[in-house]
């Protein structure tokens, strides 16, 4: 069994910048992607950007060369790095865990960007 906990949610003005953090704890294999997801109201979940245990990055169009995201495999964390992020970009972040052909997510942090 695996469990993510997301943290570093919150409200930020457009332009700024905030980062996300997800840990993964329990039953984790040493090949696996992780990844962030998002939802807005009225809007079905979406994707945002993965990163492979190798280190492999891809990103949403929406949010290319704005976001980053890395992951630290000694610690089981994936971090997503939002710089000049846009109203369109509120909603709440989940992240995801796959491996082995089963996914786990998160319980989801809400990021609000004011303009």
């Known amino acids: 069994q695996v469990q993510l906990v997301e943290s570093g949610g919150g409200l930020v003005q457009a332009g700024g910048s905030l980062r996300l953090s997800c840990a993964a704890s329990?039953?984790?294999?040493?090949?696996?992607?992780m990844g962030w997801y998002r939802q807005a109201p009225g809007n079905q979940r979406e994707f945002v950007a993965r990163?492979?245990?190798?280190?492999?990055?891809i990103f949403d169009a929406s949010v290319k060369g704005r976001f980053t995201i890395s992951r630290d495999n000694a610690k089981n964390t994936v971090y997503m790095q939002m710089n000049s992020p846009k109203p369109e970009d509120t909603a709440v972040y989940y992240c995801?865990?796959?491996?082995?052909?089963?996914?786990?997510w998160g319980q989801g942090t809400q990021v609000t960007v004011s303009s």
């Open positions: 990163v492979t245990s190798s280190g492999t990055t």
């Open positions: 995801k865990l796959e491996q082995m052909g089963y996914e786990s």
């Open positions: 329990g039953s984790i294999s040493s090949i696996n992607d």
